[in-house]
């Protein structure tokens, strides 16, 4: 009996499901233009237990933004400012580290440091923060830098990007966030950020990344100027270059918040949009491991629904996240841990506390 819809096209992805096989990319346009959003996060949630069973994923972890200033001033950021700017801030190398020893006492077993890509810091600033970080909190897990910042580091030294990594590593860097991804259009970066690394860039950092065995995560950020065509193929050149380096850990959608952006006359995302993203995602991925919604972005309670549409993983308990907030995200900035374990316990699903590479440390069995 079909679970899903009676369009021909639906009837088939669904026999591809079920079967194993991978979906194309006429597959994903149609899953989009599918409205029947309960069919699809079946499907989703199919997909979802034969890879994790009923876990959902979550780690303690500790956001440091270091600075806002940033030379690419996309027109979808609201977190950046020009260097002369009243909000803009650069933390010294000391208050970076006195943020980061707080990790311990909030049970964090991952920084998450990211930052904007400043015209006059020198690359042995970041080289110095992870280092100092490391000799501080030896058995914490670095998480920092995008693919952008890494080119830009790229840029503003004489190495080369599999120079950059390695120095980073050396220096303590454990694993590499997902942003900065986008939607690797060229239409949409000329419209958007077009001051930042292309998406080939962006591709080939993570390349030489998962070269030298550092694990990353993906993102996409969608819902301004991008059409579904380009949403899909952008998941598939993520699929393609996972196919090439299993390096990638999981995969974030991220829906654009316009507030205080260069965007503003385009409307916020809806909670159907992101939902059937997520389920999307999950089904055009086969490789991915994990899909996480990041509860930042979408909001605890569609993160929380987001279980049944495919998602697997709920980021953390995030502690001082800035970017989103300036663009006008209503949720906190943290979340306390037991929160996120009552959340997925309500949702029926197993809650299961990771660090950042995915090594379970509990389950939280009933």
């Not at 650069?90 to 580290?97: G, K, P, R, S, V």
């Not at 280092?131 to 693919?147: G, V």
């Not at 991915?288 to 998602?311: E, P, R, T, Y």
Request: charged share 25%; hydrophobic share 40%.
């Amino acid at each position: 009996m079909s679970i899903v819809s009676t369009d021909i096209n639906i009837k088939e992805i669904e026999e591809k499901v079920f079967s194993g096989e991978r979906l194309s990319r006429e597959d994903g346009i149609a899953l989009y233009n599918c409205n029947d959003i309960l069919a699809l996060g079946r499907l989703a949630r199919h997909v979802k237990e034969k890879k994790t069973g009923n876990y959902a994923y979550f780690n303690v972890n500790r956001h440091i933004n270091l600075t806002n200033v940033c030379v690419s001033r996309c027109k979808f950021c609201a977190f950046s400012a020009d260097k002369g700017d009243a909000h803009a801030y650069t933390m010294t190398l000391d208050e970076a580290l006195g943020r980061a020893l707080e990790a311990p006492a909030l049970g964090a077993t991952e920084l998450h440091i990211v930052s904007g890509l400043h015209p006059d810091l020198p690359f042995d600033y970041y080289l110095e923060v992870i280092s100092e970080c490391r000799k501080a909190l030896p058995d914490i897990h670095i998480q920092a830098f995008t693919a952008v910042e890494i080119d830009y580091f790229a840029q503003i030294t004489a190495f080369s990007i599999r120079e950059v990594l390695q120095k980073l590593k050396d220096a303590g860097l454990g694993s590499m966030p997902g942003g900065g991804a986008e939607i690797f259009s060229g239409r949409v970066r000329g419209l958007t950020c077009e001051k930042k690394a292309s998406g080939e860039e962006w591709l080939e950092v993570m390349r030489t990344a998962h070269g030298l065995g550092l694990k990353s995560n993906a993102t996409m950020l969608y819902g301004h100027v991008e059409t579904i065509e380009e949403r899909v193929d952008h998941l598939i050149t993520l699929r393609e270059l996972q196919d090439e380096t299993g390096g990638f850990q999981s995969f974030i959608p991220l829906p654009f918040h316009p507030d205080n952006t260069e965007l503003t006359g385009i409307s916020k995302t809806t909670a159907f949009d992101e939902i059937k993203t997520f389920a999307v995602a999950r089904l055009m991925l086969d490789n991915f491991d994990h899909v996480k919604a990041f509860w930042i972005m979408v909001g605890l309670k569609l993160a929380q629904l987001s279980l049944d549409f495919g998602v697997d993983d709920l980021d953390g308990t995030v502690v001082e996240e800035k970017i989103t907030k300036s663009a006008g995200a209503q949720t906190g900035e943290s979340i306390e841990k037991d929160e996120l374990i009552n959340l997925i316990k309500d949702a029926g699903r197993t809650p299961v506390e990771r660090d950042t590479l995915y090594n379970i440390l509990k389950v939280y069995e009933d």
